[in-house]
């Protein structure tokens, strides 16, 4: 299947882009892994006729958003992501109408729709430098309200924030990491700003994916409980095997992430299906604020 993948691949003239949440399988086909930010960086920047987006709807369509010229292709459909659905562009706009003058920043974890009513996108990586460079008092910040809490406490900024989440990082609960604390007294708790505030107060950094992957390269600690999804602890124990790495929860596992596959990439490859195509007139609204985000990571 791997010498079909590498004559698709040429023939195609495709990239696989696959985000950290990803199954090793696939990370280990990718020829670019990361976060939201970094994959955004090389959809932009590719010359590839071919994208082909291991990782969730929004994450296809922001590459189509940002490559109107290239086929974008999910290996399934199906994986999307219940934070973004938890906003929609109607409900945005109704929102917008409660709290006039306000400026929107939306996470990227949103649909194509609901960022081309938004003034700025941001990542969990750069969350706090898009937060700080608006200039007005009055923010409106969708949808994830763990990761806008996080950045009005740091930056004591007030934000209007919408009341969406991600369940995956809301299952990692603080008892949790009180237990596995009380279990690896001398490792260092890294968490995701996606969780639920109590547990961000328990910890040590508080990081992206990648961020939390650049921490342990660069420390001198010999122990990790990990505060997001459970494939970062994984990869980080393959690629770190003299380090020890403790998951919060056997429960952080994001199904949507899980259902794409090493078979439904050659097949989408194969057959050029499951293209993600953003309108054209939805596109040219939403590249703004993604645009915006990029030139001031």
Known sequence: MLNKLAELKKSRNAVILVHNYQRKELQDIADFTGDSLELSRKAANTNADVIVFCGVHFMAETASVLCPDKKVLLPDLQSGCPMADMITAEQLINFKKENPGATVVTYINSSAAVKAETDICCTSS??????????????????????????????????????????????????????????????????????????????????????????????????????????????????????KFY??????????????????VVNVLENMTNEVKVPAEIAERARLPIERMLKIS
């Open 247 to 264: 998951p919060v929860t056997d429960l952080a596992v994001c199904p949507n992430m899980k259902k794409n596959t090493l078979e439904k």
């Open 126 to 243: 750069n969350a706090l430098n898009v937060v700080k460079s608006v200039q007005n008092d009055k923010i409106i910040f969708c949808p994830d309200r763990n990761l806008g809490s996080y950045a009005q406490k740091v930056l004591n900024k007030k934000l209007i924030l919408w009341n969406g989440f991600c369940p995956t990082h809301m299952k990692m609960l603080p008892e949790y990491v009180i237990e596995q604390k009380k279990k690896h007294p001398d490792a260092r708790f890294l968490v995701h700003p996606e969780c639920c505030p109590e547990t961000v107060a328990l910890a040590d950094e508080v990081l992206s994916t990648t961020g939390i992957l650049n921490y342990v390269a660069k420390s001198s600690h010999g122990e990790f409980i990990i505060g997001t999804e459970n494939e970062i602890t994984f990869k980080l124990q393959r690629t770190y095997p003299d380090k």
